[in-house]
Nanobody, 123 residues
Framework: VQLQASGGGLVQAGDSLRLSCAAS????????MGWFRQATGKEREFVAS????????YYADSVQGRFAISRDNIKNTVYLQMNSLKPEDTAVYYC?????????????????WGQGTLVTVSS
């Protein structure tokens, strides 16, 4: 199983980025997917998730209205579109595969994790 996250980088406040996470080694369309992030010195926190079927999405309050999660079951890829970025969004972003088709905000409900991609937002 592999989850390869990409798309991170250094941007200025107000800019946008789109993260991608390519999955392989399991039946992607059977499972919910999530994005989490971890800032230096802080615990890993939930950002967004998308369940399947139905594409039901959930967002952390801190990103609601600015971030959008989506998935492409043909390309086995989950995306995180991040708009109006703020310095407090600076973190390593991780994608993860849920244990079921439902993707919650709980870290313990995810079974596979990617290696992370760094997003740095300067003020």
């Amino acid at each position: 199983v592999q989850l390869q996250a990409s798309g991170g980088g250094l941007v200025q406040a107000g800019d946008s980025l789109r993260l991608s996470c390519a999955a392989s080694g399991f039946t992607f369309s059977d499972y919910g997917m999530g994005w989490f992030r971890q800032a230096t010195g802080k615990e890993r926190e939930f950002v967004a998730s998308i369940s399947w079927p139905g594409r039901r999405t959930y967002y952390a309050d801190s990103v609601q209205g600015r971030f959008a999660i989506s998935r492409d079951n043909i390309k086995n890829t989950v995306y995180l579109q991040m708009n109006s970025l703020k310095p407090e969004d600076t973190a390593v972003y991780y994608c993860a595969s849920a244990q079921t088709s439902f993707a919650s905000s709980s870290l313990t409900s995810y079974r596979y994790w990617g290696q992370g991609t760094l997003v740095t937002v300067s003020s």
